[in-house]
T-cell receptor, first 115, second 116 residues
């Protein structure tokens, strides 16, 4: 296993278009997280899955954002009607089920640019 | 709600010099604390973590951090910096989520530059 994989690595889209990102976590990890990182800032939590259940969503996740993890493996994050303010790095992370004191492993991120 | 403050936005050190990056946190209970490093255009790599026990924790690449509850601090140190350590460093505090996950709140990061 090579770690958390995100696709695509870069995405340029026109304002108003829809985009979808994919995250493949480490295979034995049942917890999956999405974060957003804007320039000069630390990552901000967006949402969290345990298996296929989405258990928490940040207020940052507006109605235009939706995340799924249909079979408890990979996850997708969709942004509808993109805005320039959505330009950011979107990071996915996963962790194992062994209690709360486990580290999250991050993917390399998808950099979104809305023009 | 938890928060993390990294007061130094940029730090420049000479190769071979010692390093200390500051981190202060705010959290109501016993915190889970982390330091991550990020190279340009890359994801985050965990350097070290503190959950409980010994307040001085050792990490990868020769880094260590000390948890001081009285000062709400978790400063990162390295005795001798290498040019390859140039990157952005993030301190984070974790809070438990429903189902046992860990929600991380990050500081704004410290950009480290190493002069040869």
């Amino acid at each position: 296993d090579t770690g958390v994989s995100q696709d695509p690595r870069h995405k340029i889209t026109k304002r108003g278009q829809n985009v979808t990102f994919r995250c493949d976590p480490i295979s034995e990890h049942n917890r999956l997280y999405w974060y957003r990182q804007t320039l000069g800032q630390g990552p901000e939590f967006l949402t969290y899955f345990q298996n296929e259940a989405q258990l928490e969503k940040s207020r940052l996740l507006s109605d235009r954002f939706s995340a799924e993890r249909p079979k408890g493996s990979f996850s997708t994050l969709e942004i509808q009607r993109t805005e320039q303010g959505d330009s950011a790095m979107y990071l996915c992370a996963s962790s194992s089920r062994e209690g709360v004191s486990t580290e999250a492993f991050f993917g390399q991120g998808t950099r979104l640019t809305v023009v | 709600a938890q928060s993390v403050t990294q007061p130094d936005i940029h730090i420049t050190v000479s190769e071979g010099a010692s390093l200390e990056l500051r981190c202060n946190y705010s959290y109501g209970a016993t915190p889970y604390l982390f330091w991550y490093v990020q190279s340009p255009g890359q994801g985050l790599q965990l350097l070290l973590k503190y959950f409980s026990g010994d307040t001085l924790v050792q990490g990868i690449k020769g880094f260590e951090a000390e948890f001081k509850r009285s000062q709400s601090s978790f400063n990162l140190r390295k005795p001798s910096v290498h040019w390859s350590d140039a990157a952005e460093y993030f301190c984070a505090v974790g809070a438990g989520l429903t189902g046992g996950g860990n929600k991380l709140t990050f500081g704004t990061g410290t950009q480290l530059k190493v002069e040869l």
